[in-house]
């Protein structure tokens, strides 16, 4: 089946540093991308929707400046958490729809570590 | 906007016996439901999904059925296996919009 593929899994940064997370699929081009949060035992709280081309639309809430959001093709979106502070630990998931078969599929997600 | 109640939160089952998972949604035209699985410290997975203009699907022993007037949908597992175990979410969207998403039910079998 369809593939998204993400990265980096895990990263452990220092307090003040920017961190990127990347996104692609593999197998079908995406103009609609999404980026969730996940915090522990809990379920997936949308950030964000990334359109190629164009502007990210990010939910209520979420700091555009803070989190930054790139589309710029069909196949790769990208998430930089700026000036990561450990109030944003947690684990980032990004998801991609194939609109043929109007499926959404997940990258396995990347476990950011602010210290 | 659509609200995806799931329930139970928690299911602790014998390896071999089934296991049902029921979630309910709130916006009628709603249309489409898929199911995920998603394992500890991994992206969630689909498993199947359903189209309101069936009433069930079923691949191997995973069965999803859907209540259009009672505005509900169901997982079942049949013969659960300890690779079984994982957090389950419901899923609700119309067309192509956002998926709304359910808490999650925790699955855990039992060798």
């Known amino acids: 089946g369809a593939v998204v593929s993400q990265h980096p899994s895990r990263v452990i940064c220092k307090s003040g540093t920017s961190v990127k997370i990347e996104c692609r699929s593999l197998d079908f081009q995406a103009t609609t991308m999404f980026w969730y949060r996940q915090f522990p035992k809990q379920s997936l709280m949308l950030m964000a929707t990334s359109n190629e081309g164009s502007k990210a639309t990010y939910e209520q809430g979420v700091e555009k400046d803070k989190f930054l959001i790139n589309h710029a093709s069909l196949t790769l979106s990208t998430l930089t958490v700026t000036s990561a502070h450990p109030e944003d630990s947690s684990f980032y998931i990004c998801?991609?729809?194939?609109?043929?078969?109007?499926?959404?599929?997940f990258g396995a997600g990347t476990r950011l570590s602010v210290l | 906007g659509e609200n995806v109640e799931q329930h139970p939160s928690t299911l602790s089952v014998q390896e071999g016996d089934s296991a049902v998972i029921k979630c309910t949604y709130s916006?009628?035209?709603?249309?489409?439901f898929p199911w995920y699985k998603q394992e500890l410290g991994k992206g969630p997975q689909l498993i199947i999904d359903?189209?309101?203009?069936?009433g069930e699907k079923k691949d191997q022993r995973i069965a999803v059925t859907l209540n259009k007037t009672a505005k509900h949908f169901s997982l079942h597992i049949t013969e659960t296996q300890p690779e079984d175990s994982a957090v389950y979410f419901c899923a609700a969207s119309i067309g192509d919009s956002t998926l709304t998403f359910g808490k999650g039910t925790m699955l855990l079998v039992s060798p």
């Open positions: 359903i189209r309101s203009n069936v």
């Open positions: 998801s991609a729809r194939d609109v043929a078969k109007n499926i959404q599929y």
């Open positions: 916006d009628s035209a709603s249309n489409y």
